[in-house]
């Protein structure tokens, strides 16, 4: 396989891929839904959980939702599909401090990040609040690999939108002698919209971290899918 030359930054998704959102869903999930006394959390919540959440964040990818709305109506449109009278609002507040204080590493996300460190720049670009992001990044103790950190809030623009990478390589390049450009870097994710659709449209070399290991790899647009983030520095000279 030929692999990635040239290469002077990395751009870096945080959730699911660094730290690992399903997990914490999960996990706030059980403890949350006995805290409201509500039914008892079962796996297959989770699904519901996945499904409508995405429906929104491709909302917020499309440009017809933004995130402070996102917030107000998610767990209304969770707890209406499994058949819950509950709180929505109330649960969000409660859903939405737990994940500020939750870091929980992907499998081989340090080993990753301290590889790629000594040879490249490194970047987060995720969509999301600014402030929660960089916490929990510092709470997982990756902050300190990060040479800048791109989140939607504080860009302006979510991925995939031209507009989010347009501003974050304005940053990257600023006060820079000769310009990083966009097919000098690579963007790594494991969304085949935000991540993958969203970089290659902007120029950017991309990888897929396909977390089921079961995709087919045709089935995204990237240059090269991994399984195991201990794959991805095995593809960048």
């Excluded at 963007?187 to 120029?203: E, L, N, P, V």
Aim: aromatic share 10%; net charge negative.
């Amino acid at each position: 396989m030929q692999k990635l030359t040239g290469i002077k930054a990395a751009f870096i998704d945080i959730d699911n891929m660094l730290l690992d959102f399903d997990a914490y869903v999960q996990e706030t999930m059980r403890t949350g839904f006995a805290h409201f006394g509500l039914k008892p959390y079962t796996p297959d919540m989770f699904e519901v959980f996945t499904r409508e959440n995405n429906v929104l964040w491709r909302r917020i990818e499309d440009g017809t939702l933004v995130f402070e709305e996102l917030v107000k109506i998610r767990w209304r449109n969770i707890f209406q599909a499994l058949g819950i009278e509950a709180d929505g609002p109330a649960f969000e507040r409660y859903f939405r401090e737990a994940l500020n204080e939750s870091a929980i590493p992907v499998p081989g996300a340090h080993a990753l990040l301290q590889e790629l460190h000594g040879r490249m720049i490194v970047c987060a670009a995720s969509n999301g609040p600014y402030m929660q992001q960089i916490h929990r990044l510092e709470l997982g103790e990756m902050e300190q690999y990060m040479d800048y950190c791109f989140i939607s809030e504080k860009i302006g623009a979510s991925k995939p939108a031209g507009l989010f990478y347009e501003r974050a390589f304005r940053e990257l390049n600023e006060g820079r002698e000769t310009p990083i450009r966009p097919e000098e870097t690579v963007m790594i994710g494991d969304s085949k919209t935000s991540d993958i659709r969203g970089g290659a449209g902007f120029g950017m070399h991309t990888i897929w971290y396909d977390r089921s290991g079961k995709a087919d790899p045709a089935s995204c647009e990237a240059e090269y899918t991994v399984t195991s983030l201990e794959e991805i520095p095995l593809l960048i000279e």
